[in-house]
């Protein structure tokens, strides 16, 4: 096809050329169709011009992914057992006295009495082990839970063992639930007499649904009529906006902000559990706070989305001191009566890294564009970490900078 485009247009439309792209008008696209449909072509086009495109969206979630509910909680449960049959890699009694008197104790509820031989007690297939669980609120008695083992004492390895019935106590010394069964460590050790391979923790496992609650604890929701949401990230402007969606899908008046972590919610007159449901499927924009995180033993630099830099000049250099140490062997003359001797040979490089210049890291924004401008600069995570902390003593950092 030919670059230029001839055409003469009887009936007003144009066509014309921009680019190597032809763009006709609606009148010359509409020939050939009846009149209402080239006026609703006509109109469509003309309002394209107008519609803006949909601007991007923040990122919405649901109110119960980032509450807690007042007296929802779980419950910590911890108990002392005895781990059995293990292939010889339990505790060693003579060792672990502690083990030796579990063992003994047991043995004489159930009816066999060693007080008198327990000197004679050498077996090494059991391990005493602290037993600990969670309690999730709303368990049931009969419900079940899962329990994680581990080793107190010298045992080398779990894997195989059975737990004995544990009684697992809560901080106030009740007992919620029992446990026993069969230990899975996702674990082996291997070796030889030079060397010894291990993966994962053989001296930890756990049981699947291995404990069986005892009692329960009770929750009651909303029994002052009031129940209160607590933030997992306290924010003023997300606690407001938690609130305004209450009262304006569930009822108005119903949700007032106590402080930044802190909603209140009235359920005066209303099922608790129904209405904790509704809400918690609400949606909202979180408010996110600008913050830079800094772990300087690993290197690790976390930004949030709001973090901006004002407008400065960086200078990013470093002074290199190396210094090599080559002794050399100086062996004498044969029958020169000479000894052999060792020379020092030290040869020292001083670098000042001269090649980097001055460079400019210009305000962005979006984070996007910071990270783009902090990377044009050619720094690595640790060089950036030292720049921060100085951006930041600058005051041209508009966030928060926290060093771990």
């Given amino acids: 096809m030919s670059n230029r485009l001839k055409a003469s247009n009887g009936h007003g439309g144009a066509a014309c050329q921009h680019g190597g792209s032809v763009a006709v008008s609606p009148a010359r696209m509409g020939q050939g169709m009846p009149r209402w449909a080239r006026a609703f072509m006509a109109a469509v086009f003309v309002l394209s011009l107008f519609v803006p495109l949909a601007p991007a969206h923040a990122i919405s979630v649901r109110v119960k992914d980032i509450v807690d509910y007042e007296g929802v909680r779980d419950n910590q449960l911890v108990g002392y057992g005895l781990v059995v049959g293990l292939h010889g890699t339990g505790d060693r009694l003579t060792n672990i006295i502690f083990t030796r008197e579990t063992l003994i104790s047991m043995l004489n509820r159930l009816g066999v009495n060693i007080r008198d031989r327990e000197i004679q007690l050498q077996t090494h297939d059991v391990a005493a082990v602290m037993v600990t669980a969670t309690l999730p609120p709303f368990s049931h008695g009969g419900g079940r839970i899962d329990v994680t083992v581990s ?10 063992g ?23 460590t996702n674990a082996f050790t291997a070796g030889g007499q030079a060397a010894t391979v291990t993966r994962n923790i053989p001296t930890s ?9 005892e009692r329960e604890v009770p929750v009651k929701l909303g029994e002052t009529g009031v129940i209160h949401l607590s933030l997992h990230n306290p924010n003023f402007t997300t606690a407001t906006r938690v609130a305004e969606i209450i009262n304006r899908s569930i009822g108005a008046r119903m949700a007032q902000v106590d402080d930044p972590r802190t909603i209140a919610v009235d359920l005066t007159g209303r099922n608790a559990s129904l209405t904790l449901y509704r809400i918690g499927d ?46 050399q062997v100086v062996q004498p003359a044969p029958f020169s009566n000479g000894v052999t001797a060792v020379v020092p040979r030290t040869q020292a490089n001083v670098s000042t890294d001269s090649s980097h210049r001055l460079g400019i890291l210009r305000e962005g924004p979006t984070l996007a564009s910071l990270v783009a401008g902090m990377n044009a600069l050619g720094m690595g995570p640790r060089d950036m970490i030292g720049i921060l902390q100085a951006i930041k003593a600058d005051g041209a950092l508009q966030a928060d900078l926290e060093v771990r």
């Fill in 282 to 327: 609400l949606q909202i924009e979180p408010d996110t706070m600008a913050k830079v995180v800094v772990d300087e033993a690993s290197g690790t630099i976390v930004m949030g989305d709001s973090v901006r830099i004002s407008t400065v000049a960086i200078a990013q250099g470093n002074l290199t001191i190396q210094v090599t140490e080559t002794p």
């Fill in 151 to 160: 080793a107190v004492g010298d045992a080398q390895d779990l894997t195989g």
């Fill in 205 to 213: 496992g756990h049981i699947a649904n291995g404990g069986v609650v």
């Fill in 162 to 184: 059975t737990l004995l019935v544990t009684p697992l106590q809560a901080a106030d010394g009740e007992v919620y639930a029992v446990a026993q069964g069969s230990l899975v």
